[in-house]
């Protein structure tokens, strides 16, 4: 106990410094082919995730006085730390022609404040002829507007996220308060620090829920409230020694990691019901406080200590993986699982080796007269109507099945945020108005220096650029293409008509004046290297699914590269956040397969060597199977995608349900050798016995988990939801469909020479080898009657 507190305090020291993760979970490994383009894209060119939006479509915006609001609210933003840059309407400028200095010079069109509506009206004009801002700044056809905030690198990836995200809402909220027009926000950095936000958030509230739904079940269960503070306090330790591992580990809290705790509560509870449940058996069989705790320990200690492996197991797995988010998730998870283990079976017995003797209040709930009554018509059914068991169970199996063929794997850049949200409706503001917001990035390989500005090359990126356009889902794109025809309209005085790339004879004419041009905002080295020998093609794409983005990318971007560039000596590479996104979920859900493949192998061999029956190891693994089938079933036929948060359910459950198959086998061993090997009765009694802490435990599990439904983010959801429903048809096929097997698979025989090592378990019946843990002294007996007392001695020795 001393050692344990010790090791609490070490944890709960560096505890102290867990952080949440603020950077991009990193979904493809660092040697990927796509993510070393990536890599190189970032350093030649910066982030290209790195953009807030603020969008409006009023038309009360375009007077004087909400337009002067408009201007104050972009220069607050632009005055926060860690903006780099803001561009917006009051904000822009246009090439202007300086025929003295043969350079354009960049000049604001709304250079001071605005005082009257004609004014206004003529400065408008003036912006809308600026053809480069035309469908990127500004909508022509419904006057919908944005204001685009760059934020710098150090500030998106730490803490300070979150202080310059609400910074910027509250001067939104400023402008909203003074003009009456809603704005709209959206862009990577502003979601994932609402997500991030939200992780911290909910953390909290789901670590206080699941600890007050399973300690109300406990007390429910037991009835006193001593059954309830200890293994509570066995959940605090563990949930510090998760956030101290996080530390220990160098890692941070992310959406994943961040279920830990609430998790670890929901799995770690049922340590202590099987605990106390067979402590309260054995007392009540022969009121020997110490003798019961003792076989607790020695006993169902060996059998609990394989149960937490097999759910270790399940996290694990995970570890295994080149994804970094489900490595740490199931490192710590995992550790932390076998860490429950140790610090149950330590501090159950411990404390309740100090508290009194159990009285009839604490031994009532073996005798709860509902759940016994349950457990007798299971045991009629699974002795009377076997035949009903089976056809019930291959319905299910076979429409599952069905339903696993519907299964789609989609996910979405914003995939965790409801539908109904704010953020998705405002999300779906950018999608009407400017195709989306999500970045695209294309990188063009010239293969010569100054190979960009070769006006051949030129026209054939505009030709591409124009067919990107013409797709709905791809907003209009920015590329040094973008600049030249701007600077060849400043040429000609603004002229919008001239917005065009200039031929071979207005190149002489125009180009000098580039080659004399300064980049003081860093805007034209954002888009050209150095060299002038690679170029940036920038876009942003609709939030449409992964499948349909990755159609869009393979089937209809590609294949136009393939046919357009063939002969031109360029090289395209498509890259960018969002499609590392779409990469990165395929990674994730077939990490996951192999995951749960490899959870099924090694469970599988603890089975075989428990039992060292093949019989006994497929009759353990059916009833934990076909739960996965189902609830996969449930998915194809609710539309339920498959993406990473469901994928993540089947290697956890797998790991959780196949524990009440081992209690349940573990025991009917023992009934067996204790019944003559005789399968009905050794079933019956099996049922009866184990089967009220299997439905203890499956009820606490479904109760725990169910509560992350509560979730802001659809991915928690869908864990909670799917990984209840599982635990519980995992509970009713080990219940009902296991026992069953065993009435028709079995024949009982078993050598008694063979002693596998599920025979350490015991549940609760009589064995010989525990008349010699009595302990004489505690036997009273007349003082004047020696012989008689030496006469009992001999009688308890045989």
Known sequence: MSILVAITAFMGYHARNAEMSYDFAKTVPSDDPDMVVFQQFKQEFGEDGNLVALGIRDSSLYTPENFERLRELSTTIAALPGVNDVLSLPLIQRLEKDTAERRFALKPIFNESVKDQETLDSLLKVAEGQKFYSGRLINDQNGATLILVSINREVLNSPKRLGLTESIIDAGTHFEESTNIDLKYAGLPFVRSVVAGKVRNEMQIFLFLSVAVTAFILF???????????????????????????VLFNYKITLLTGLIPPVIVVIGIPNAVYLLNKYHQEFEKHGNKIMAISRVIRKIGLVTLITNFTTAIGFLVLATTDITILKEFGIVAGVNIMATFLVSIILIPAVFSWLPAPGGKQLKHLKFKILDFALTRMDLLVHRHRIYIYGITVVLVVAAVFGTLKIRAVSYMVDDIPADSQIKQDLAFFERHFSGIMPLEIVIDTHERRG?????????????????????????????VSFVKAAKQAFYNNNPARYSLPDRREKNFIFPYLQGQNDESGLFSSFVDSTLQKMRISMQVADIGSHKMDSLISEVIQPQIDSMFAESGMTLSITGTTPLFIKGNKFLIENLRMSLLLAFLIISVIMAILFVNFRMILISLIPNIIPLVITAGIMGFAGIPLKPSTALIFSIVFGISVDDSIHFLAKYRQELFANKFFVPVAVSKTLRETGASMMYTSIILFAGFVIFAGSGFGGTVALGILTSVTLLIAMFTNLILLPSLLMSIDDGKRRKDAHPLIEQYDDGFYQEDEDEEIDLELIRVGNNEAAEKENVSDKIKS
């Open 220 to 246: 429910l269960f037991f009835r006193t409230w001593d059954a309830v503070l200890f293994p509570i306090i066995v959940i605090a330790v563990i949930v510090v020694w998760v956030l101290g591992s996080l």
């Open 452 to 480: 960009v500005i070769d006006v051949r090359n030129l026209q054939k990126v505009e030709q591409f650029e124009e067919f990107l356009e013409s797709n709905q889902d791809i907003s209009k794109p920015v590329s040094i």
